[in-house]
């Protein structure tokens, strides 16, 4: 047992109550004096080469304060890498997808600007479109990009191990074919900004970004202004999953906007927008073959998948580096095959989701592990237990795992769900079928990619005792700021109620790489940590000289500042910051900290190197009924056994697992983009018909939390509730087989697939 | 000559150009989502009990939010030092000038609020009120507040050295009888405010302040909030002069507002509001007795001041403090005796003004030295010169003077402005008198007050070599934000432009005490050269590895790292950061500084102690035209010498002793409030009616600046400026003398009192 008094509490989130209020303003609630709306023109065309813009009558309607091509960004192109910078922030030439950004208007209200956009006229060349990633991939296919002969936006190829001689020593080889769906983050609030270019080139922009230093590198290298000059002003963010990381077409055009303009200018993208033309979770088609020995130890795994990527590349290098790396966890796979291409097809572009890249091949081995357990007769909990990682194990590619409990999840997931008896109980009731499937699982706890790495953080103690923290850390949603909050609380004494966390202004909060890949805990924890004993170490130089004793005998908790030695010579942390800051001199405490990842930056296109600097693992099982009259399934009961390493927060680790599990049913059973084969146009753009899982859809959610110590993450914390969305999908579909003998391997199980799954399934009559 | 890049260069301002383009946003320019408006309720009576407050009428007009009363700030009092908190922020009970605030109303826009307020019911009983300080002070009068009897605000008595001793060693004694004038601070923004009380008790605040952290405080004891809840984000500031350090009745109002609306409440003072009701320079009663042997050496100086202090005390004590301590310097006084009455009177309250305290006593002290070289028969140069202290002295009372050009100063004004010739030469040409009048000057660099001395500043570093400074200190126009930014470049060798300054936020800035009493230079100066000191030795750390070299053998210069012992090997500062802070794990250079003031508190009441680190000096002769028949004064020229210490932006210096000069002269010769005598009524509550300088109306201006190297001021600055306007006062005054042998001992200066001088001045027939 720890002894912490912060730390590992149920303590409720820093930003509740504003959040709830509606105090709390995010980007859409702001506005700014002067302020202009504007408005993009989108393509009306999947691929085409545009001949024309003619801007003329928007520009004459009354009310229109600029209209802005793709000529105004002059050539500027971005993207994750510089071999990978496909994209444009406005079409200059060619569109590439049904929806692309090709103008935008400022005008003094939302309807004039909407209004002017629709007076543009574009003249078009349209050029035969592909949407289906294998016909763009086929020779004689329309070419997407110029650069990209066959249309590849990106092909890895990675090799571990001697995976022949791993399959010729199997006892048993399986290969089958997967596909995962085409799904929206579907977070509450769409892309929003504000953007004040002021006369003096500084820009101000107010957006929801869950990665603002992101955006404060493109936007210094767009418009080629100093750092210090581009101001990023994070308000409240309704989520983000990976949808918010990068800079989009409005963002760029509300700049150039209000430079033309000399006002700020607003752009908020409506739900359609955003369903129509944002970036999407990759879909994968995938091609696996495992071999294995007759108890069930994987020999070898071959893996060939091929990514839907849309119209640009963006962060496909990570889509495609995780979806192959990440393989071999959680189990011991030593011999491991993977080739990826990401093609390019004319639809909206694909994006980094949660889960990123390795929920899609896990889903294929998940089922695939199933399959071998029962071809070999062996339970599938035995199977995960027989090839589970353990803790100080090294993958073949050199992921390095420190802490692992992955072995007491699946043991302790499959004793609470009763696994053994209700795995082979009679599964029908008439028409209603149950079943019960297990996943083990595992996610990285941030990443290490090239350049600016490391997190900062400040800690500013005021007079009265409260304390302020300065994170360059986005909290998007998921509750890193109340975390952050915590581990400084902890470190100085004090109460969580005593610290607030800024919200992130590039100019004032110190830099950060941004929030993706489950990193904030595991990377601007410890930051905050050293900040706050920075500050700590300050005032226990005053507090020594007030006890009598050495720096190193003064300890900090619960509000009091006491001698180790003798705990009974004390005072209150409140009496001690007002005789330090604002007596005699006056000193300013200000605790400074900043943390690099210590790890090397892996090789993306072979998948070396160890990612990240902890792993967190994890077991689900679920459990269905499924209607096989109908095919409905019911999501009934899910239970999850979770090694997250030491959890800072358990309850906010439980909301993080709830809403992931929320999630990844949706994407398992409900989430599509349905797409016209003619025109690329996405069909359902609405939340009536794209649909999501309610409260009375979701299942009762168990979680059973397994610490470790982690020797890499701050207080031995990892990544929390990441990996459960990868766990979700297998698990479901296992227990839908399960109930009914069907293999669904291509998502989303749809009630249709379900029944034509049953009816063809091996020995079925139909 | 230093080698300085940066420092003591003719820069331009940092926020020049959003200032002259309207970029650059005032508290009174910004608005909030779901913003709400304020107005106040003002007392029509200059002195009466509150029998009653009726706000149904108020309540039930449509539009209207809410209507608080004193009732709603729960009894709170507030004041400089706990035993003069005198002041509520509205009225309870009874009313102590005419236009104090009462009442207050939030609607939903601004016409309504105001109709609110008007359908406000106060029910008053009158009482007998006292305007002039010494009716206000006989027996009898009406008592202002209950624990003051007498209506004394605030009796010091100062006494250094042996007055009696010195007056009776003194060859000549002159006694004499002056009278300053009571002027509003004019800055071109008026109070300004916008408070947003959030349900979880957060309070953000954008106001119009030179010295938040003074509200921060207030707020915090108000409202009983922690001070990490408090952020008062601070837009730019309208200038300020001393008006602006306190927190006002609209500023409490918006809170309780806000909090009782659950909105945003705004609330802007008229410039009537301003004129009739807000803050203003005290006016001083001053009898002055000095003593001197017949070389002119000052033996003994005796002063009685009684000060208007109107109807609250709020920064009394400094304001009595400095127009007694102060008295000896610039010259060796060595016995002084100084009796300072502050009464209380039925107006608005006196408050910190340019030139704070010293103005007042200086302007006798300066007529009186003339009288007395006259009677003497010396020149009044030579009298100054052999008065004036030199470097290292001490004066009888502790303040301590390191460097000192006063002597140099006198000597280049009085060659520069041709003195000699000048002072003597024929006067009149007609009816148009010519005349020349001399003062020297200082006034003090920074104020040691209890409590909160310390300034603090950090430095963050960008990838791209620029730099973003966070300083608490606030640049209310004086331009302190351009000073430390060159401060921070010249450290880092970087140019200026590459520095960016935060504007202040309570949650994000560290600590300041603010901008008062000429502190910021000399007191958040060296906190913003320790903080970017820190950041260089990160970088140099850096620098030295890439260099192959000893960080102890790294320069900084020109946008260049260099190897000092091998100057032709040197980087890029852009290419050293990019390195630094992009590359490898990516460090994160965060540069942390703070300056406590090394100086004791002194003794408000007995005058005892050294208030300041340094002292700046200065001597100012003012040409002036007098029409003989109408009495109007022509300012025609002025010569300042200003020891500034060394002049880290000769410009600025510049501007800032123009701005004196004009500001003085309006103080001398136009402004002055009329109040009616029997309500108490300001009778000149718009510019048309208080008259200020206009450009057309300013004399030609010429500054020498004498450098000197202070010990204590960073790179050796002081103090700039406002000891100009402290000598522009009896420098015009004894132009007048000097062109009419009239002495006019009562400010201002009107046509109407020339005339009078010259036809009552001795010998004169009428």
Redesign the interface.
């Known amino acids: 047992m720890n002894d912490y008094s912060v730390l590992g509490k149920r303590l409720p989130r820093v930003d509740g109550?504003?959040k709830v209020?509606g105090?709390?303003?995010y980007a859409a609630?702001?506005?700014q004096?002067g302020m202009l709306w504007g408005k993009m023109l989108r393509s009306t065309h999947s691929h085409a080469k545009i001949l024309n813009i003619d801007t003329s009558r928007a520009e004459r309607l009354p009310g229109v304060k600029a209209v802005i091509t793709g000529k105004d960004l002059g050539g500027f192109t971005y993207g994750f890498m510089p071999i990978t910078r496909d994209e444009t922030p406005l079409c200059p030439d060619k569109v590439r997808f049904l929806g692309e950004e090709i103008a935008a208007v400022a005008a003094v209200d939302e309807d004039t600007a909407e209004e002017a956009a629709g007076l543009i006229k574009v003249e078009y060349q349209p050029l035969p479109a592909v949407y289906d990633p294998l016909e763009a991939l086929k020779p004689g296919a329309p070419q997407i990009h110029e650069h990209a002969a066959g249309n590849i936006s990106l092909h890895y190829k990675m090799n571990f191990g001697d995976v022949e001689q791993g399959f010729k020593e199997s006892d048993y080889i399986c290969e089958d074919h997967f596909r995962t769906s085409r799904v929206y983050h579907a977070m509450l609030e769409p892309h929003a900004i504000i953007a004040k270019w002021?006369?003096?080139g500084?820009l101000t922009v107010w957006a929801s970004k869950q990665s603002p230093y992101f955006m404060y590198?493109i936007f210094?290298a767009a418009f080629n202004l100093?750092?210090?000059?581009v101001r990023i002003i994070q308000p409240y963010i309704g989520a983000g999953y990976g949808a918010k990381n990068d800079a989009f077409p409005l963002d760029f055009a509300a700049c150039v906007l209000s430079k033309k303009t000399?006002k700020p200018v607003k752009i908020v993208y409506s739900q359609k927008e955003m369903l129509t033309s944002s970036r999407r979770r990759m879909s994968f088609i995938i091609d696996m073959k495992t071999g294995v020995k007759k108890d069930g130890t994987i020999m070898a795994r071959d893996c060939r998948v091929i990514g839907n990527g849309g119209a640009y590349t963006l962060i496909g290098p990570i889509t495609m580096y995780l979806a192959g790396a990440l393989m071999t966890l959680p189990y011991k796979i030593r011999n491991l095959r993977y080739d990826g291409i990401r093609a390019y097809t004319n639809i909206p572009a694909s994006s980094a989701h949660r889960g990123h890249g390795l929920a899609h091949t896990h889903f294929a081995g998940e089922l695939q592990l199933d399959m071998i357990a029962e071809e070999l007769g062996i339970d599938p909990v035995e199977i995960r237990l027989r090839n589970a990682v353990e803790p100080n194990y090294i993958t073949p590619n050199g992921l390095k795992v420190g802490s692992c409990a992955l072995k007491e999840c699946i043991e302790k997931v499959s004793t609470a769900a009763n696994w053994k008896e209700t795995y082979h109980k009679k599964k029908s009731n008439g028409r209603i079928a149950r079943g019960i499937g297990i996943s083990a699982t595992t996610y990285l706890s941030g990443m290490r990619i090239r350049?600016?790495?490391?997190?900062?953080a400040?800690i500013?103690v005021?007079?009265?005792g409260?304390?302020?923290l300065?994170t360059g850390a986005t909290d998007a949603g998921q509750g890193s700021d109340t975390v952050l909050a915590m581990i400084a609380a902890e470190v100085l004494g004090v109460h969580l109620e005593?610290?607030?966390v800024?919200l992130l202004?590039t100019?004032?909060?110190?830099?950060d790489p941004g929030t993706y890949s489950s990193r904030v805990t595991t990377c601007a924890g410890p930051?905050a940590k050293l900040a706050a004993e920075d500050a700590r170490k300050q005032l226990a130089e005053v507090a020594a000289e007030l006890l009598g004793t050495g720096a190193e005998d003064v300890g900090f908790k619960d509000g009091k500042v006491f001698m180790i030695s003798n705990p009974r010579k004390e005072m209150p942390f409140k009496r001690l910051t007002r005789i330090t800051?604002?007596?005699?001199?006056?000193?300013?405490i200000?605790g400074?900290g900043?943390y690099?990842?210590?790890i090397e930056v892996p090789d993306f296109e072979t998948g070396l190197g160890n990612i990240s600097p902890c792993y967190a693992f994890g077991a689900q099982i679920s459990e269905v009924e499924v209607d096989t009259e109908t095919g409905k399934v019911d999501y009934k009961h899910t239970t999850v056994a979770h090694d997250c390493g030491f959890a800072l927060n358990p309850m906010l680790v439980e909301s993080q697992v709830e809403g992931q599990i929320s999630a990844a049913q949706g994407q398992t059973m409900y989430e599509d983009f349905l797409v016209d084969e003619k025109t690329g146009r996405t069909i359902n753009v609405a939340h009536n018909d794209y649909k999501m899982p309610r409260a009375a859809d979701t299942p009762n959610m168990h979680l059973i939390q397994v610490p470790t110590i982690d020797p890499e993450g701050p207080y031995g914390a990892k990544e929390a509730s990441e990996a459960i969305m990868v766990s979700t999908y297998p698990s479901i579909v296992s227990a839908i087989y399960n109930a009914t003998g069907a293999w669904i391997k291509e998502l989303i199980v749809t009630p249709e697939k379900v029944i034509k799954a049953i009816k063809e399934k091996p020995g079925e009559k139909t």
Chains 1, 2 share one sequence.
């Open positions: 109550i504003p209020t105090d709390g303003k609630d702001l506005s004096p002021e006369s003096n500084d590198r210094a100093p750092q210090n000059r000399g350049g600016h790495a490391a997190c900062a400040t500013k005021h007079e009265d409260t304390v302020s300065l005593d610290i607030n800024s202004d100019q004032t909060t110190p830099a930051a800051v604002g007596h005699g001199l006056g000193k300013v200000l400074r900043y690099g990842l210590n």
